[in-house]
């Protein structure tokens, strides 16, 4: 039998269909990149913006005529569309569906195919057969095809999330914050490593406070938030941050050669976690910080704790700690109420800092939230277009002025595959690279590449020998 994922959305959506893979490989089932072919048909699904849940609900119309012409294939859907709380109208308007699964639970999914085979475990059994065993290098299974061959991967380390940002569904669909034990994620990293992968990318929500829920909220804001009414946690008491733990722990994995975490929140970066990417070597210099917007009263009604001075001190943070390191941003255009000056605030702020990525969107309504509930949606759509241009062009300009900076350096690329007849990787910065070399293979290795050429979106160079 054969198994076809479609994964849309985040890095998060990435992870949970290698979760969901790994499972599916276990019951003996083989990966098809052709959805034709497959036995098992899953889409996992994106719904923060109004157009990623577009393509998902697109695609299961688009699947309908499969499962008609072949009703044994076995139909599931996964993530944020159908979120922990399960959804009853989903069913209803997709019928053909056979399976719906919360986000990162692939249980659903599993227990139906046994339950077609005649194969119902006890939970005992289903505990051993999927859940993580400490010490276990095999747990989590790699599609056969990709063993051996894949680089990187995704480790989610903190589920959901409990901020609750007015413009974000994330709660909802996800659920409230649960960090997994150090010693799970440990167990995971070491399977991933046996099977040929060098670097992992640790994932959480607001990776930052990994580990909190397990020491209780009152030890989070007593020890993070000591009364800063800007919610920037004060740098002048002795504080812990768990996921410098966790850090060390993944650090010490035999043959793993890179560790990142993504995404942070400027509440809760602390001087203790820059103090760590800085100590720790397997840990690249690549931070994915946030800002959304420039201006504080749109910060005020995202409610995300901070004002825009507060974020230009934690990047004048950053770079006294880490000079050499990358900075990446999310920001969001035309969300509720952003007018044309307020807009220009965050364009002034992004020409001011010169961040290496600006990740953008375009605001839209999520149902649930409190922006959907109370907020006008009151920014054209052409003019949410036209800053989202505006930001754009100011980004691919900023960026090419930083990486012009590589050409004639040479930088160690951990090389992920070939490209279109070139090497292709990336560096500690997590900056593109490409290079030719015939001679030999250089998939899961770290080259030394003399750049040549650099835009603003990768960078081309020679292997040094």
């Known amino acids: 039998m054969k198994y076809h994922i479609a994964t849309f959305g985040c890095q998060m959506n990435e992870a949970d269909s290698q979760r969901l893979a790994s499972a599916l490989e276990k019951l003996g089932l083989r990966a098809t990149e052709v959805r034709e072919e497959a036995d098992v048909l899953v889409l996992n699904t994106c719904v923060v913006r109004q157009g990623a849940e577009d393509k998902a609900l697109s695609y299961l119309h ?53 339950q077609r085979e005649g194969k119902r475990l006890t939970e005992a059994e289903t505990h051993q057969r999927y859940a993580v065993q400490d010490g276990d290098p095999t747990f989590l299974r ?5 063993i051996g061959k894949r680089v990187t991967a995704n480790v989610p380390v903190v589920y959901g999330c409990s901020h609750a940002c007015t413009f974000c569904i994330i709660p909802f669909r996800r659920g409230p914050e649960r960090s997994r034990p150090i010693n799970e994620i440990v167990s995971e990293v070491r399977s991933l490593v046996a099977q040929g992968v060098k670097e992992v990318t640790l994932l959480g929500q607001i990776v930052d406070r990994y580990g909190y829920d397990l020491l209780g909220d009152d030890y989070a804001i007593k020890r993070y938030n000591p009364g800063a009414a800007s919610g920037i946690p004060s740098q002048n008491i002795p504080i ?10 993944v650090s010490e994995v035999e043959g793993l050669l ?14 203790e976690l820059l103090d760590a990417v800085r100590e720790l070597p397997k840990v690249m210099p690549h931070i994915e910080v946030p800002v ?31 000079p050499d390191a990358s900075i990446a941003t999310d920001v969001i255009v035309g969300f509720c109420g952003e007018s044309e000056a307020q807009f220009m605030r965050t364009y002034e702020l992004l020409e001011e800092l010169k961040l290496d990525v600006v990740h953008l969107a375009k605001y839209s309504p999520r149902p649930q939230t409190l922006a959907a509930r109370e907020m006008a949606d009151d920014v054209p759509e052409a003019e949410k277009e036209r800053r989202f241009r505006l930001l754009e062009a ?22 992920e595959d070939q490209h279109k007849g070139k090497w292709r990787g990336r560096t500690p910065q997590n900056k593109l690279v490409f290079f030719e070399d015939e001679s030999r293979d250089w998939r899961g290795r770290l080259a030394q590449v003399t750049i040549h050429w650099a835009g603003a979106w990768s960078m081309q160079g020679r292997v040094v020998a």
């Not at 599931?76 to 569309?81: N, P, Q």
């Open 62 to 114: 688009m699947i309908k005529p499969l499962k008609q012409r072949r009703p044994d294939v076995v139909v599931g859907v996964m993530g944020c569309l159908v979120g922990v709380r399960g959804n009853t109208p989903l069913k209803q308007a997709f019928p053909w569906v056979d399976v719906f699964m919360a986000p990162s639970e692939p249980a659903p999914l599993v227990d139906f195919l046994l």
């Open 394 to 415: 100011q980004h691919e300009r900023i960026s090419s002025q930083i990486n012009q900076r590589y050409v004639g350096q040479t930088v160690e690329v951990l090389v």
């Open 142 to 146: 790699l599609p056969q095809h990709e």
């Open 240 to 249: 812990h941050t768990p996921l410098v733990d966790l850090l060390r722990a």
């Open 258 to 271: 890179r560790v990142r975490f993504l995404t942070s929140h400027p509440n809760w970066m602390t001087d």
């Open 292 to 322: 959304q917007a420039g201006d504080d009263e749109v910060l005020a009604r995202m409610r995300r704790g901070y004002t825009s001075d507060d974020y230009r001190r934690l990047i004048a943070r950053i770079r006294a700690k880490l």
